[in-house]
T-cell receptor
Framework: QQQVKQSPQSLIVQKGGISIINCAYE??????FPWYQQFPGKGPALLIAIRPDVSEKKEGRFTISFNKSAKQFSLHIMDSQPGDSATYFC???????????FGSGTQLTVLP | EAQVTQNPRYLITVTGKKLTVTCSQNMNHEYMSWYRQDPGLGLRQIYYSMNVEVTDKGDVPEGYKVSRKEKRNFPLILESPSPNQTSLYFCASRITGGVEQFFGPGTRLTVL
């Protein structure tokens, strides 16, 4: 049973456009929601993260929006660039062991 | 340079031939973990270790073994690999109580 559901599976946007990736979770014990970025041939790397006490976090062109009541969070990439082309994973963790549960991933392609 | 290393990066083997994938980190992290990445399924945790000599099952432990005899090393052992273990494997580490996991570059395993 997938505890973190991610959509879409793939996304193609034009350079300068906005990329939006959505995730939904079920476990209310989750208290940390990171996004990881993975380039081909590389391991995932932390991009941005949020805790449920805030509804939005922005770092440069990347913004996480968080809706605690709906148990949903999303990643917005403003002014998308070809260099943003990668696979993006949302994740969630909580509890004493703080295991990460990942979404299924979104392959983003930004066309020049 | 702070990093997680994995060896080998690529491996093709046959059903039933025991293999070990090594993982080493130089950041003095207590927590280490193994994931497998499959298309449409994201990253799923195989095993994790909170510290030396402390290991526990993740979501998909069947067919895998691990050991944690030293803080820096966390090898993944497949004693009798099967084709359904063909996947991309990642090792990761973090400090105890930390939230960011640092991933290795991945090992692509093919079992024929």
């Amino acid at each position: 049973q997938q505890q973190v559901k991610q959509s879409p599976q793939s996304l193609i946007v034009q350079k300068g456009g906005i990329s939006i990736i959505n995730c939904a979770y079920e476990n209310t014990a989750f208290d940390y929601f990171p996004w990881y970025q993975q380039f081909p041939g590389k391991g995932p790397a932390l991009l941005i993260a949020i805790r449920p006490d805030v509804s939005e976090k922005k770092e440069g062109r990347f913004t996480i929006s968080f809706n605690k009541s709906a148990k949903q969070f999303s990643l917005h990439i403003m002014d998308s660039q070809p260099g943003d082309s990668a696979t993006y994973f949302c994740a969630a963790s909580g509890g004493s062991a703080r295991q990460l549960t990942f979404g299924s991933g979104t392959q983003l392609t930004v066309l020049p | 340079e702070a990093q997680v290393t994995q060896n080998p990066r690529y491996l093709i083997t046959v059903t039933g031939k025991k293999l070990t994938v090594t993982c080493s980190q130089n950041m003095n992290h207590e927590y280490m973990s193994w994931y497998r990445q499959d298309p449409g399924l994201g990253l799923r945790q195989i095993y994790y270790s909170m510290n030396v000599e402390v290991t526990d099952k993740g979501d998909v432990p069947e067919g895998y073994k691990v050991s944690r005899k030293e803080k820096r090393n966390f090898p993944l052992i497949l004693e009798s690999p099967s084709p359904n273990q063909t996947s991309l494997y990642f090792c990761a580490s973090r400090i105890t109580g930390g939230v960011e996991q640092f991933f290795g570059p991945g090992t692509r395993l093919t079992v024929l």
